[in-house]
């Protein structure tokens, strides 16, 4: 009996242990967690109808958002303003940028 003591593998009762799919170091480089600015966010009174119009609108012309959607057509707006209407324009979006950064 002890004879077969010697001959008997060691390994042979020992099962498989489970690695884990990602094996991490000591040594590896970790990159540093890098915040995303934030954009600054209000809110814009409108209907209910309204609000589901440019929801319905923002979702089938495939928009991220629909700040995306509202800053395309306004671009596309000021694009068919005279010089005039452009300069009134700027000086009315000054002000209100003025008065909400008070």
Do not use: W
Not at 10 to 23: G, Y
Not at 48 to 73: G, I, Q, Y
Request: aromatic share 4%; proline share 3%.
């Amino acid at each position: 009996m002890g004879k077969d003591l010697l001959r008997k593998s060691l390994n042979a009762d020992v099962t498989q242990v489970p690695k884990p799919n990602n094996i991490f170091s000591r040594d590896m480089k970790v990159k540093p967690a890098t915040k995303k600015a934030k954009l600054k966010t209000t809110t814009i009174r409108c209907s209910v109808e309204t609000a589901d119009m440019v929801n319905a609108l923002a979702a089938v012309l495939n928009f991220k958002s629909v700040d995306e959607m509202l800053e395309h057509t306004v671009n596309n707006t000021l694009d068919g303003l005279t010089n005039d209407e452009r300069a009134e324009y700027k000086t009315v979006k000054r002000i209100y940028t003025n008065r909400r950064n008070k």
